[in-house]
Each structure stands twice: as C-alpha cells, then as structure tokens.
C-alpha cells in the first residue's frame, strides 16, 4: 500500500491500524470518515509514529486519541 498518496482507502487503512495498534476501545467513535484530505499529512505523520513504537504509556495514548480529535472535520 503506496501512503504517500492522498485516498480515502489510506485514510481509512491507517485509522484502522492506528486503532489495532493501540487496542483501545473508546477509538471506536473514530471513523476514516471523520477526516479529509487537508489533515492527511498530519493523519500520516500520527500513524507513522504510532506504528514505530511497541508500547504506550496511557498519557501517550490519550495525547494520540486529542490529536485525532483534533484532525477530525468540523462539520
């Protein structure tokens, strides 16, 4: 899978494996369809990080689940 391109599917791929990734339950209300294009750089950089480490702290992944929050469109 190229990530380096702007899609919908890679939008939704990385959310997917950010939430496998941490197993948390409450990223459950996170959808790919709650980001857009504009976001998808910091979308890639957030996943990119969550996908270097083996573990997290909760702080760590409670500041992850503020960042997607805050990439989420405001509708």
């Known amino acids: 899978m190229n990530l380096s391109q702007k899609s919908s599917e890679n939008v939704e791929y990385m959310i997917e494996k950010i939430k496998e990734k941490l197993r948390v339950l409450n990223f459950g209300a996170i959808k790919s369809s709650h980001f857009d294009g504009e976001m998808y750089e910091e ?33």
Not at 54 to 67: D, H, L
């Open 43 to 75: 979308l890639k950089e957030i996943y990119d990080m969550v996908m270097r480490k083996n573990s997290f702290s909760p702080n760590e992944m409670q500041a992850i689940a503020e960042e997607l929050g805050n990439l989420r469109k405001q509708s």
